[in-house]
């Protein structure tokens, strides 16, 4: 460090500069000691980053995916099951089903949902408003794995995805043909993997 110092004395001229701390000599004279070069300047000290806010999001963006998971697996009501020996429903005849294709595609909580998509045509002469199917899985020795009955659902439309619609959105007049899919959650591992049975319980008509 650069020092300056200058000298005063009792009888000479009076000191210019502020002068701090003065030092006496014998002879009655100070000097004092005067700092002109740089000063030591401590670095500021980088504060801690606080995690906890991170944390305590991130904990709830898992606590929250997981109510849902939680609230979609167990807030479905279990499949209907209808036995074997019920009758069919007599308009059933007037409604033909074809162009069935299956495909698969995996669910939040990780298992696998099973889609049936058809296309049904109303060959009668009544505007059908409700569809009830009873769909029947078979296993390798064509016993029934999987008995499920649910609404039939007509497709409304496929981009970006497809979106379903009960059939009193969009009855089937006389004539009219339409796309239709059906969703299985379950699917046992005995299927044999050929296209199931359905089977027409009931048909609302107007």
């Known amino acids: 460090m650069k020092i300056a110092g200058s000298v005063s004395c009792c009888a000479g001229s009076a000191l210019v500069a502020r002068i701090r701390p003065a030092s006496p000599l014998a002879n009655g ?3 004092s000691l005067v700092s002109s070069g740089p000063q030591l300047v401590r670095p500021p000290v980088a504060a801690e980053r606080n995690w906890l806010p ?14 849902i998971v939680f609230f979609y697996e167990h807030g479905k009501s279990a499949p209907t099951v209808t036995p074997v020996s019920a009758a069919t429903d007599p308009y059933a005849a007037h409604l033909d089903l074809g162009k069935l294709a299956m495909s698969e595609s995996a669910s939040l909580s ?20 409700g569809i009830t199917v009873q769909v029947l899985f078979r ?7 999987w008995n499920e009955t649910q609404p039939l659902r007509l497709i409304r ?25 059906l969703v299985f959650d379950t699917v046992p591992d005995q ?15 107007r």
Request: overall charge negative; hydrophobic content about 45%.
């Open 29 to 31: 004279c100070t000097i």
């Open 191 to 205: 299927w044999d993997g050929a296209y199931p049975e359905i089977r027409i319980l009931h048909v609302e008509t």
């Open 54 to 67: 991170v944390a305590v999001a991130a904990a709830i963006v898992i606590a929250i995916v997981a109510g």
């Open 139 to 145: 296993d390798a020795a064509n016993e029934i794995a």
């Open 110 to 129: 990780g298992g696998k949902v099973t889609y049936l998509d058809g296309h049904i045509t109303n060959q009668g002469n009544r505007t059908v408003t």
């Open 157 to 181: 439309t496929r981009e970006p995805e497809v979106d379903l619609e009960p059939v009193a959105a969009a009855p089937l007049k006389p004539g009219d043909q339409q796309d239709f899919r």
